[in-house]
């Protein structure tokens, strides 16, 4: 039962460039959502995270959008660079402050010089 | 500030064999969380202490996992006897407090059962 999905396991995106990163889910208790990114060798490192009741936070280069309706969420990162190559995860968690993270599977972003 | 340790950064055993992993989390942080990530699959939370009790374990495979956090601080996570799916990357996060979101992860253990 995947309750946090990540239907694309790759992209490539040219330099300069917009990355956009999908993730979907279907447990409508998820009211936190989060962004992590994964060096290979490395644990995941916090990126971004947004609650239900925002539809959009922006941090810099990087931006999640949330779609509550469509239990849709993305990540913009604006423009890509080369070290935003990385595996990235999307990570769901209900009655924030419980701490319990569902994760997907994760998708990686290669970007091409 | 120094990150969570985990050691060691590789295994490989055979099956029925037994392991144990060790954490140290980010001086401070109350709670601490274990990991386990198969491959092509996200991280699955094991367990989760607040200080040195259990708040979370129902993912556990308790017959043969078992973990604890003695005096709150460093922890050890065992898996006796080792299946071939256990095979995987063991993680281990911290976090200040309950409530607070962000987590720290380790880099993680890799594990292959032969």
């Known amino acids: 039962d995947q309750q946090v999905k990540q239907n694309s396991p790759s992209l490539s995106v040219q330099e300069g460039r917009i990355s956009i990163l999908n993730c979907d889910y279907t447990?409508?208790?998820?009211?936190?959502f989060l962004w992590y990114k994964k060096y290979p060798a490395e644990g995941p490192t916090f990126l971004i995270s947004?609650?239900?009741?925002?539809d959009k936070n922006e941090d810099g280069r990087f931006t999640v959008f949330l779609n509550k309706s469509a239990k849709h969420l993305s990540l913009h990162i604006v423009p890509s660079q080369p070290g935003d190559s990385a595996v990235y995860f999307c990570?769901?968690?209900?009655?924030?402050?419980?701490?319990?993270?569902?994760f997907g599977t994760g998708t990686r972003l290669t970007i091409i010089p | 500030e120094a990150g969570v340790a985990q050691s060691p950064r590789y295994k490989i055993i055979e099956k029925r064999q037994s392991v144990a992993f060790w954490c140290n989390p980010i001086s401070g942080h109350a709670t601490l969380y274990w990991y386990q990530q198969i491959l092509g699959q996200g991280p699955k939370l094991l367990i989760q202490?607040?200080?040195?009790?259990?708040?979370?374990d129902s993912q556990l495979p308790k017959d043969r996992f078992s973990a604890e956090r003695l005096k709150g601080v460093d922890s050890t996570l065992k898996i006796q006897p080792a299946k071939l799916e256990d095979s995987a990357v063991y993680l281990c996060?911290?976090?200040?407090?309950?409530?607070?979101?962000?987590?720290?992860f380790g880099p993680g253990t890799r594990l292959t059962v032969t």
């Open positions: 990570a769901a968690e209900a009655n924030f402050g419980n701490e319990k993270l569902t």
């Open positions: 447990n409508s208790m998820f009211d936190y």
């Open positions: 202490f607040q200080n040195n009790g259990v708040v979370d």
């Open positions: 996060a911290s976090s200040l407090t309950r409530g607070w979101d962000e987590q720290y």
């Open positions: 947004i609650s239900s009741i925002k």
